[in-house]
């Protein structure tokens, strides 16, 4: 099995993004996104829009993913999807097709789990990174999820700690959108942050027990903040945006910076591996680099294409699972809450 050659394609369907992969055993040969503009005007993702457009997008996707690869689809070993967790409507859009195509091709059908595969995008081969040996502490930060988890073996994860309210992602895009950024604003606020002073205002930090998040208080205190300098001054957010969301970014990557800390000392295990959409802020990787070098932390950061939503990270568990032999029937179903 292990010098056999395994060509996985991957479909990803959970929020507004279609993407599909086609994979060499843990070689990505394609991996193509199709994201979705119309969500813009409405200043967040809108359900049934996103399920219409996956199903617009998926056929391209996926006949562009096996002609970047140079494969046809008769190579194809298995099919990997998103089953969850993610949007009801457009976890079905993938998970229908993905079922019909293997069916139509009598190949394995391979569920996975979208969080997991942000945590083992870092087995993806990758010449310029090694992945991380186990046991690693793993932080999971998206627009829908905040985790830290204690990674054992590829299918063997514990969680530690994670969001009791709002994810990271959240709180950037609400906080963003407090300040009149369009969405999606949390990247936004990481541009202007670059040119801000992140002491300029302070923000509380907010006291939850153990490893756990909270950030619902802190988007209630930056809207409180911002409508009382507003009534002050009412070109108080244009005259400060950067100073306005380097205090931001400041505050919530010392909240994950925190836990992070305490997680290691906690576990013993200096290993630190970060994914999801909100690991692409530079911020945070950059509080996390500088762990490795003050802490002694040994750090691994997914390249960009590998932290927002996509495919190659599905058939990256698609293959590790393909290994394994562990298939899906085909009476698998999405599901919107989709927990290790």
């Known amino acids: 099995m292990e010098n056999e050659t395994n060509y996985i394609l991957a479909i990803e369907s959970s929020c507004d993004d279609t993407s599909a992969a086609v994979l060499r055993n843990n070689n990505v040969l394609s991996n193509v996104v199709a994201s979705q503009k119309i969500h813009e005007e409405y200043g967040g993702v809108v359900p049934e829009l996103a399920s219409r457009a996956h199903q617009q997008n998926i056929v391209p996707v996926i006949n562009q993913a096996l002609a970047k690869a140079n494969i046809d689809k008769k190579q194809l070993s298995a099919i990997a999807f998103t089953r969850g967790p993610g949007l009801m409507g457009s976890l079905l859009v993938g998970t229908s097709f993905a079922k019909s195509m293997a069916l139509g091709l009598n190949i394995p059908l391979i569920e996975v789990n979208h969080m997991q595969a942000h945590i083992l995008a870092h087995f993806i081969q990758d010449k310029d990174m090694a992945p991380p040996k186990f046991p690693f502490l793993a932080l999971t930060i998206s627009g829908g999820h905040t985790q830290i988890l204690k990674v054992s073996d590829y299918f063997e994860m514990q969680v530690l700690g994670q969001t009791l309210d709002d994810a990271v992602g959240e709180a950037f895009d609400k906080s963003a959108k407090i300040l009149g950024l369009p969405y999606p604003g949390g990247p936004l606020v990481d541009t202007y942050a670059k040119d801000g002073n992140p002491l300029a205002f302070e923000f509380p930090i907010p006291k939850v027990n153990d490893l756990n998040f909270s950030f619902s208080g802190l988007k209630t205190s930056i809207l409180y903040f911002v409508q009382r300098k507003t009534k002050e001054n ?97 009476d698998v179903t999405a599901k919107a809450r989709y927990t290790f």
């Open 234 to 330: 009412p070109n108080f957010i244009a005259e400060n945006l950067a100073d306005i969301c380097a205090a931001i970014q400041h505050t919530i990557v010392t909240i994950i910076m925190r836990k992070l800390k305490k997680s290691v000392k906690l576990t013993g295990i200096k290993t630190v591996a970060i994914g999801g959409g909100v690991s692409a802020n530079s911020g945070i990787r950059k509080a996390i680099l500088d762990a490795e070098t003050n802490l002694g932390w040994k750090v691994h950061i997914p390249k960009f294409e590998y932290c927002t939503d996509n495919a190659a990270m599905i058939g990256i568990v698609g293959y590790l699972k393909f290994k394994k032999r562990l298939f899906a029937e085909q």
